[in-house]
């Protein structure tokens, strides 16, 4: 894990507003939009397994302590083809973090139907076996 400071830009919007009259006489316009930076922390790494092996497409979660014992989500990702990811992170003096990975699910897809109270049965599978509905 690795982190550099940086200046991020924390995002605005402004309504613009076209009338006939405007689009009629100009073809250009000039929309100014007001922006404030701040300093974040730019947190980085890469997932490996156990072998020093990238883990392509991974899932990241990063938690925050809230009182030692608990912790609040701050943000989520998934790691690029290489297994790399990064959060951008207001710094907090003496906060503590932890980064949560998983492997991305992988595999056929099965698509089920619902007419009534219970999905109906689709290929070998039946969700319904255990349904009070088939009582």
């Known amino acids: 894990m ?6 991020n830009v924390l995002g605005n919007s402004i309504d613009v507003k076209l009338t006939d009259n405007i689009t009629r006489n100009y073809s250009e316009i000039r929309a100014d939009i007001p922006v404030s930076q701040y300093r974040s922390i730019r947190l980085w ?3 490996r397994d156990s072998a020093g092996n990238p ?3 991974a899932l990241l979660k990063l938690v925050k302590s809230t009182n030692g014992n608990d912790y609040c989500g701050i943000a989520h990702t998934t790691a690029d083809c290489q297994g790399f990811y990064q959060f951008d992170l207001c ?3 003496g906060a503590e973090y932890k ?6 699910n992988a595999g056929a897809e099965l698509t089920m139907h ?3 109270n219970c999905p109906t ?4 599978y039946d969700p319904c076996s ?3 509905c088939n009582d």
């Open 114 to 116: 619902n007419s009534g």
């Open 121 to 124: 049965s689709q290929a070998s």
């Open 130 to 132: 255990d349904c009070p």
């Open 55 to 57: 883990i392509p497409y």
């Open 99 to 104: 980064i949560l990975a998983s492997k991305s």
């Open 45 to 47: 790494g890469q997932v």
């Open 2 to 7: 690795k982190n550099s400071n940086l200046q």
């Open 91 to 93: 710094p907090d003096d």
